[in-house]
């Protein structure tokens, strides 16, 4: 029995409704600053406190690496699991984010991703289930681009004072201190999303298959 609509528009919209044409709206495109997420440097990769915080107790994780998919996951582990890595510093039953050097793997992220090495990417982590384990999933082609503060020699900095006034160096440490913080997408995100039928896909994992983990990953690329 179809439900009473007491508005005729609410009922036309209703005759004909449909997802066809409707995008899922990626929440990249929103502020997010304490959901989960990860940033991948040219050196480095780091998961940040909203993410941590959801593995509970954890201090050493395993990165696995689907170059199919592009995906990157993670998951908890114990210290001497085989290719483990400390995600995390733990004092006085406190954990918070720490960086985690790797120089070889971002770099191998950066050529499979064809990233610009003058940027640092942000991820947002989707949380699932899987075979009774709790995963974080980061889409890698979902990425946030933000553009890395150019680090200047002692020399390059003295030639730029002999070339500029104080307030013309001023202005530029400040336009690039501003698009150090201001995220852009590739092609400047020309759609809100994938299409709503292929939105539960998306983040759905069938298998670990074909996910390798830092190790294999580096020898896959030797």
């Not at 890698?140 to 013309?168: G, H, N, Q, S």
């Not at 999303?193 to 298959?209: A, C, I, Y």
Request: hydrophobic share 30%.
């Amino acid at each position: 029995m179809d439900t009473f609509i007491d508005d005729e528009k609410a009922a036309e919209i209703q005759k004909t409704f449909s997802y066809d044409g409707y995008q899922t709206v990626r929440r990249e495109l929103f502020a997010h600053l304490r959901e989960p997420q990860m940033t991948i440097r040219t050196d480095s990769i780091t998961f940040n406190n909203a993410c941590i915080e959801v593995f509970e107790d954890t201090v050493y994780i395993q990165v696995l690496v689907n170059q199919d998919q592009k995906r990157l996951v993670i998951r908890r582990c114990e210290k001497d699991d085989r290719d483990s890595l400390r995600w995390c510093i733990q004092k006085n039953d406190k954990r918070k984010s720490r960086k985690i050097t790797g120089r070889q793997f971002s770099s191998m992220i950066y050529k499979m991703m064809s990233w610009d090495n003058l940027c640092r990417y942000k991820i947002l982590g989707h949380r699932i289930d899987y075979q009774g384990e709790t995963l974080y999933v980061f889409e890698l082609d979902d990425a946030e681009i933000f553009r890395e503060r150019p680090k200047r020699t002692k020399a390059e900095l003295e030639k730029l004072r002999e070339e500029m006034t104080p307030e013309e160096l001023e202005a530029m440490k400040q336009r690039e201190a501003k698009a150090s913080r201001t995220p852009f997408y590739p092609g400047d995100l020309d759609t809100y999303g994938v299409p709503v039928e292929k939105h539960e896909d998306r983040v759905s994992l069938q298998s670990l298959d074909g996910f390798a983990g830092q190790q294999e990953l580096q020898l896959q690329n030797q």
